[in-house]
């Protein structure tokens, strides 16, 4: 465990003492009869409109979704990922090709590129000239560093981006690339080659969840007396609300994903007006977490990659899902669409595994190496 | 109506905990003392269906919880407080305010959006594993890694922030 998370568990524990009284039962009975109240009312309500009005149909944009709600049968399988101590006899493929860093070098194809600073980057995307990334700079405490955004060159060359330093507060969390990697966004829209300021990001943008081909989608900042939305938004146009929150922005796609945190969640065209056209949803276990790039395909929640069109879920891990919890806060297990028919993933702490998609066959693309919290493995998907 | 069978014994003694984690993800009292309320009564018609024992009901419960917190942004929960609830929450006193942990963590997960804050919360002070965080969330646990990630860097830049502006003050005040 680093230093910041030993503090971070220590502060939490003090900070919560001494142990507040309990809550009195007569509170939540009051609020159980409240609720009730409100529902009966609800439903009287809906049910006058349903009786005035039979045949309105409260448009979701999800008359042409496959809906999953029950788990499908999984079928056993023999392929997907065996057991650890098997993966070393899984057949040797071609190495990755999309970049992915391991410490501080960054992989791409057979060429390995120093990547400045420490703490490994945190690698966004591809632009012109090289790859977008965040570093960590001057650890100046021993949990305190400054970061910064930049332009890693294949020459080992490094831009920084200064434009994009996220200085004083607010400002805007993440970033993200555009669809054909001339710009990048953060706190400003930047030309991805001068650093030149192209856009400013509206004043509410809190945290940026990605850039699609209908634009950059933010979420606004988080206040407890105001309902935050996601937003659509380009560069010269007004910000448009949108009716679900989105989670993830397929880069370089029109694809979303939507939906509330352990509810279920869909899978959307977003359409450059706003509107969200559903193309499959999942719920408890096979909520979407990863979308193929072609949209075709999805990874969820349970680890099963599923046929949007077909509807059938086959588990990637064949056996049992292995304990990645052990050791605990150790490395990261990943896994990133390395292209529209196959994922890529880190396995064991050892290996980085291709999986077909369509037969979930599986050979390895690189390892062994021994990924640990201070040599960690970042996979980056493609654009 | 009538009071699930043991349902009181589990609020008497399991609420305080679930108030502790509430503030760490509220970072206000009297929003903790109604987020575990509002995942209380949502249990309620389900309890007997639900209570094996304390810890597996506590467990049920904190994820109601969880998932409440993390969607309250999205929506104007306030418009689902009965203002007949306002009395209790004004029977609370906040006698913790001196405390600079207290305040120190508050503004700290404060600047993390909620569902970052949650996986802090369940990961360094619940101790749940990444597994079992991503079992709570219905997310993979890729993305309880990368949440998790991205909550620390953005905590390490505003360590940065505050130990830089510490420094300037001192270079101020230096004569």
Same mark, same amino acid.
Request: hydrophobic fraction near 25%; charge should be negative.
């Given at each position: 465990m680093t230093d910041l998370e030993t503090m971070l568990r220590t502060k939490l524990r003090t900070a919560v003492e001494p142990s507040p009284e309990p809550i009195s039962v007569e509170a939540v009975t009051n609020r159980v009869r409240t609720r009730r109240r409100r529902l009966t009312t609800m439903a009287a309500v809906g049910g006058a409109l349903a009786a005035a009005i039979p045949s309105v149909i409260i448009a979701t944009g999800a008359d042409d979704a496959r809906d999953i709600h029950d788990t499908p049968a999984i079928r056993p399988t023999d392929v997907g990922i065996p057991a650890p101590a098997e993966v070393g006899s899984l057949p040797l493929g071609e190495p990755p090709s999309t970049p992915w860093s391991f410490g501080q070098t960054l992989h791409v194809g057979a060429q390995k590129i120093p990547v400045p600073g420490t703490g490994g980057p945190d690698v966004i995307g591809v632009v012109e000239g090289g790859w977008f990334l965040l570093v960590e700079r001057e650890q100046f405490h021993p949990y305190a560093f400054r970061t910064e955004y930049g332009i890693l060159h294949a020459d080992g060359g490094f831009t920084p981006l200064p434009n994009l330093q996220r200085t004083g507060r607010p400002h805007v969390q993440e970033a993200a690339v555009s669809p054909d990697g001339d710009q990048v966004a953060g706190q400003a829209v930047v030309d991805a080659n001068t650093g030149a300021i192209v856009a400013r990001l509206p004043e509410q943008a809190s945290y940026l969840i990605g850039w699609g081909r209908s634009g950059i989608v933010y979420d606004e900042a988080y206040e407890a007396d105001r309902s935050a939305k996601s937003i659509l938004w380009t560069p010269g146009s007004d910000p448009i609300p949108l009716a679900r929150e989105v989670t993830d922005v397929v880069s370089g796609s029109s694809h979303v994903v939507t939906g509330k945190l352990g509810g279920c969640r869909e899978v959307a065209d977003l359409h450059s007006d706003g509107s969200l056209t559903t193309l499959w949803r999942g719920c408890h276990g096979l909520s979407p977490v990863l979308l193929s790039p072609d949209g075709t395909h999805v990874l969820t929640s349970n680890l099963s990659v599923v046929d949007i069109q077909t509807g059938e879920a086959t588990r990637l891990f064949g056996a049992d899902e292995p304990d990645h919890a052990a050791p605990d806060r150790a490395p990261s297990w990943q896994v990133v669409w390395e292209d529209s028919a196959h994922l890529l993933l880190t396995v064991d702490a050892t290996w980085l595994v291709r999986c077909s998609a369509l037969s979930l066959r599986c050979e390895r693309a690189a390892g062994p190496l021994n990924i640990t919290p201070g040599n960690d493995v970042n996979l980056i998907g493609p654009n | 109506m009538q009071e699930p069978v043991g349902f009181g014994q589990f609020v008497a003694a399991r609420s305080p905990a679930l108030l502790r984690s509430a503030w760490l993800l509220t970072g206000d009292e009297a929003l903790a003392e109604d987020l575990v309320q509002t995942a209380l009564a949502r249990v309620w018609p389900r309890w007997e269906r639900i209570y094996r024992s304390d810890s597996s009901a506590e467990a049920y419960v904190r994820r109601v919880m969880v998932t409440t917190y993390a969607n309250w942004w999205r929506r104007q929960w306030r418009a689902e407080q009965p203002v007949a609830e306002v009395p209790e929450r004004a029977a609370?006193? $906040?006698?913790?305010?001196?405390v600079n942990d207290r305040e120190e963590v508050r503004q700290a997960l404060g600047v993390l959006p909620p569902r970052q804050r949650a996986v802090i919360v369940l990961r360094?002070?619940? $101790?749940?594993?990444e597994r079992q965080t991503a079992g709570l969330l219905d997310c993979s646990i890729g993305t309880v890694k990368s949440q998790a990630s991205k909550a620390l860097r953005r905590l390490r830049e505003q360590s940065w922030a505050t130990v830089d502006d510490t420094t300037k003050a001192a270079d101020r005040d230096r004569p």
């Open positions: - | 609370r006193v $906040d006698g913790y305010a001196e360094y002070y619940e $101790d749940l594993t």
